[in-house]
């Protein structure tokens, strides 16, 4: 059974059309259910979608968007304000008749002391403290936010690695088929982070990606992240390596059909 069992009350999506939105939505469109997107900019309503102008940092139409919506799915991130615009939103879910919130954050937010990080935590609590049903999905860094970090790094002579620290990229629209299983579910609080399929180091991530995209090789210069951060991602604060929920898309599949060499058959499809 769908949570809501309605499919006539909308799903109102923040950040619908980034990167994990434009995968979400869909699929909850596939499952029935009408959808409204919140965005900054004028949108003509397509495919059975909806657009709300609304900015969830000033809180200029945030209360319309919400009116009359049961589910609220929470995407929209930046570098900065991620818990200001959270609380905008909990704020308007609160006086409407809001069922559901379902938020999605990044894994090592209670454990990698950085701002952006913190303010993932900020918003984690603001939701759980909003009253209000709640679910929350913790994600590693998506493929392609690693394939942008990889691509600068390629373009330089010298190939910084900073010691010990790993990640676990992960496919957005795994991520994706997992949040749309949330949000059609009943809240279920803080549930299994979700990664990808491999712990991998900078230098791992730039040799799959030559290998794909050709390029010579480069001297790499073994760097140290300083502080606490970097105590933190030595130590694998910013992993899952027990009890999370693991996708099945590598990242060198994930390059290989990027660069149009092959086909993905697993999107959307955790094991």
Do not use: C
């Not at 596939?30 to 949108?43: I, Y």
């Not at 909990?90 to 069922?99: L, T």
């Not at 390059?255 to 058959?265: F, Q, S, V």
Request: charged share 20%; aromatic share 4%.
């Amino acid at each position: 059974m769908t949570y809501p069992s309605s499919t006539t009350t909308p799903l109102l999506v923040t950040g619908g059309t980034g990167t994990l939105g434009r995968h979400v939505v869909p699929l909850l469109r596939a499952a029935g259910h009408r959808v409204r997107v919140l965005s900054r900019r004028p949108r003509p309503a397509a495919d059975g979608v909806a657009y709300v102008t609304g900015d969830l940092l000033t809180g200029a139409g945030v209360a319309a968007a919400v009116d009359g919506v049961h589910t609220v799915l929470h995407l929209a991130g930046g570098p900065k304000g991620d818990d200001e615009a959270t609380r905008t939103l909990v704020r308007a879910a609160s006086g409407a008749d809001v069922g559901h919130l379902v938020y999605i954050s990044v894994v090592g937010a209670d454990s990698v002391p950085l701002a952006w990080l913190r303010t993932k935590l900020e918003s984690e609590r603001a939701i759980a403290d909003s009253g209000i049903p709640w679910t929350v999905l913790r994600a590693a860094q998506f493929h392609e936010l690693t394939l942008t970090m990889v691509e600068k790094m390629a373009k330089l002579p010298v190939l910084p690695v900073p010691g010990g620290m790993r990640l676990q990229p992960v496919d957005s629209r795994e991520v994706a088929g997992r949040l749309a299983e949330l949000t059609l579910a009943a809240p279920s609080g803080l549930v299994p982070d979700m990664t990808g399929p491999e712990v991998l180091d900078l230098a791992a991530l730039t040799r799959s990606y030559r290998a794909v995209h050709g390029g010579r090789r480069r001297p790499h210069l073994p760097v140290r992240i300083p502080g606490k951060a970097g105590r933190a991602y030595r130590a694998g604060a910013n992993l899952a390596l027990a009890g999370a929920l693991t996708g099945r898309l590598t990242w060198e599949e994930f390059l290989t059909e990027r660069a149009g060499r092959g086909t993905a058959t697993t999107a959307g499809r955790p094991s």
